[in-house]
């Protein structure tokens, strides 16, 4: 059964670094977007940041900018998005999407009803930034 896998969430104190992993299960994610959304209580999912199948194109959600990275390592078959500087506002469940639909980062990571193009999602890891 094909799936996604995403992991690396916990308790961490504001400024601490976290970096989660979204690896599939059952299939190549080479020819896949990746974006990392997250979702707060109350709140709806929003994009954090997407990386293209390529690699070679990144959108960050201005919150995120210069303290959130991510990348993807194809030998590994992994997708990484390294936390760093971490605030209370970045808490919630984090989750992985794969999507094969020719969007772009932004497109996918801002556009609402580019959810509906996602064909895998991961089952979500909470971060907590807490002191």
């Known amino acids: 059964q094909r799936q996604l896998v995403d992991s690396g969430g916990g308790l961490v104190q504001p400024g601490g670094s976290l970096r989660l992993s979204c690896v599939p299960s059952?299939?190549?994610?080479?020819?896949?977007?990746i974006g990392w959304f997250r979702q707060a209580p109350g709140k709806e999912r929003e994009g954090v940041s997407c990386?293209?199948?390529?690699?070679?194109?990144?959108y960050f959600a201005d919150s995120v900018k210069g303290r959130f990275a991510i990348s993807r390592d194809d030998a590994k078959n992994t997708v990484y998005l390294q936390m760093n500087t971490l605030k209370s506002e970045d808490t919630g469940v984090y989750y992985c999407?794969?999507?094969?639909?020719?969007?772009?980062?932004?497109?996918?990571?801002?556009?609402?009803?580019?959810?509906?193009?996602?064909?895998?999602w991961g089952q979500g890891t909470q971060v907590t930034v807490s002191s």
């Open positions: 990386i293209s199948s390529s690699g070679s194109t990144t």
């Open positions: 059952g299939f190549s994610l080479d020819h896949y977007a």
């Open positions: 999407a794969a999507v094969l639909a020719p969007l772009t980062v932004q497109t996918l990571c801002t556009n609402p009803a580019a959810k509906r193009e996602v064909n895998y």
